[in-house]
T-cell receptor, first 113, second 112 residues
Framework: DTAVSQTPKYLVTQMGNDKSIKCEQN?????MYWYKQDSKKFLKIMFS???????INETVPNRFSPKSPDKAHLNLHINSLELGDSAVYFC????????????FGPGTRLTVT | GDSVTQMEGPVTLSEEAFLTINCTYT??????LFWYVQYPGEGLQLLLK?????DKGSNKGFEATYRKETTSFHLEKGSVQVSDSAVYFC???????????FGQGTRLTINP
C-alpha cells in the first residue's frame, strides 16, 4: 500500500514542451507539498496546499502551476520546459497539526533535453 | 531568515565506525529540529526529531540532541552499517511557520 505515490517516475522531454506530474496520498492528510531537488541534492520547497487551498507559493516561475482537485491529490503542470527544470520533483504530505512530519513520494526524475 | 547548515559531504566511513554529522541552525523563532534520511532512489523519510531544548531524538541507533546554547543538532551513531549509506538532511520548523527549512544534505557512504 503506497502512502504517497507519484507518476510518472521518469519523464524525458524536449525543451518547450508542457508536462504534468501527478501525486496522490492515501494517508488522509490535509497538507501536500511539491519540492524540487537539484543534482547536488539541494531540496527546495515550491508549493504547499492545505485542504485544496494554496498556502505556500515560493519564488517559482509562473510556468509551474499546481492544482489540487481534492485533498488527496496534488498535480504539478509545467509549461514551456527549460533545461534548468531538469531535477527530481518530490511530492509530500503531512498530517493535521504535524506539518513537520512529512511523508515523501518516490520522486519524479524530469530530464529536459 | 531561518536557515540550516550541515557539514559538507561526502562522508565515507568503514562499517562499525562512529558517525557524527554536524548541523547548526539560525531561527527567527523557537524551532523544532529534525533529521530526515534519503536512501538511494527514494524520497525522504523522517529519522528523528526534537521539539525543545535538551530533548534527544533517537531512532534506528541514531541520536541527536537539541542544543539551544550552540544552536546545534548533530546526528550521531555509535556503529554504522553499510545499510546506513544515504543522504541525511537536517531541518527545522519554527513555531507557526508553514514549512520545513532543510539543510543542503550530507551524503554518507559506508564501506564494508
Amino acid at each position: 500500500d503506497t502512502a504517497v505515490s507519484q507518476t510518472p517516475k521518469y519523464l524525458v522531454t524536449q525543451m518547450g514542451n508542457d508536462k504534468s506530474i501527478k501525486c496522490e496520498q492515501n494517508l488522509g492528510h490535509d497538507t501536500m507539498y511539491w519540492y524540487k531537488q537539484d543534482s547536488k541534492k539541494f531540496l527546495k520547497i515550491m508549493f504547499s496546499y492545505n485542504n485544496k487551498e494554496l498556502i505556500i507559493n515560493e519564488t517559482v516561475p509562473n510556468r509551474f502551476s499546481p492544482k489540487s482537485p481534492d485533498k488527496a491529490h496534488l498535480n504539478l503542470h509545467i509549461n514551456s520546459l527549460e533545461l534548468g527544470d531538469s531535477a527530481v520533483y518530490f511530492c509530500a504530505s503531512s498530517p493535521p497539526g504535524q506539518l513537520y512530519e512529512q511523508y515523501f513520494g518516490p520522486g519524479t526524475r524530469l530530464t529536459v533535453t | 531568515g531561518d536557515s540550516v547548515t550541515q557539514m559538507e559531504g561526502p562522508v565515507t566511513l568503514s562499517e562499525e565506525a562512529f558517525l557524527t554529522i554536524n548541523c547548526t541552525y539560525t531561527a527567527t523563532g523557537y524551532p523544532s529540529l529534525f533529521w530526515y534520511v534519503q536512501y538511494p532512489g527514494e524520497g525522504l523519510q523522517l529519522l528523528l526529531k526534537a521539539t525543545k531544548a535538551d530533548d534527544k531524538g533517537s531512532n534506528k541507533g541514531f541520536e541527536a540532541t537539541y542544543r539551544k546554547e550552540t544552536t546545534s543538532f548533530h546526528l550521531e551513531k555509535g556503529s554504522v552499517q553499510v545499510s546506513d549509506s544515504a543522504v541525511y538532511f537536517c531541518a527545522l520548523k519554527v513555531q507557526g511557520a508553514q514549512k520545513l527549512v532543510f539543510g543542503q544534505g550530507t551524503r554518507l557512504t559506508i564501506n564494508p
